[in-house]
């Protein structure tokens, strides 16, 4: 069983950075995709950024030029490192990795971006 496990979330002012860890209980994200999802209050879950196991990287449009979605296979780890963050950027942000069909998420981080 895949276990995902997602760290580095606080309160932050506007423009401020924090970066985001989501460390995986084995080598999954060497051969899988993995994303990240926030979901705000009263609103659904967006996906916010995704990085395939070839490499490359897509971003939500309000999110592009801010974050940055990163992974280190040998720690198991995906990073979300978000810069000039925003009020709108408050949520509950989740690690997902998809493999072979089957969909796994962490429990998810606080975000919240407020003066």
């Known amino acids: 069983q895949v276990q995902l496990v997602e760290s580095g979330g606080g309160l932050v002012q506007p423009g401020g950075s924090l970066r985001l860890s989501c460390v995986a209980s084995?080598?999954?994200?060497?051969?899988?995709?993995a994303y990240w999802y926030r979901q705000a209050p009263g609103k659904q879950r967006e996906l916010v950024a995704g990085?395939?196991?070839?490499?490359?990287?897509d971003y939500a449009d309000s999110v592009k030029g801010r974050f940055t979605i990163s992974r280190d296979n040998a720690k198991n780890t995906v990073y979300l490192q978000m810069n000039s963050l925003k009020p709108e950027d408050t949520a509950v942000y989740y690690c997902?990795?998809?493999?072979?069909?089957?969909?796994?998420w962490g429990q998810g981080t606080q975000v919240t971006v407020s003066s």
């Open positions: 997902s990795a998809h493999l072979s069909g089957l969909v796994y």
């Open positions: 084995g080598s999954i994200f060497r051969s899988s995709s």
């Open positions: 990085i395939m196991s070839s490499g490359n990287t």
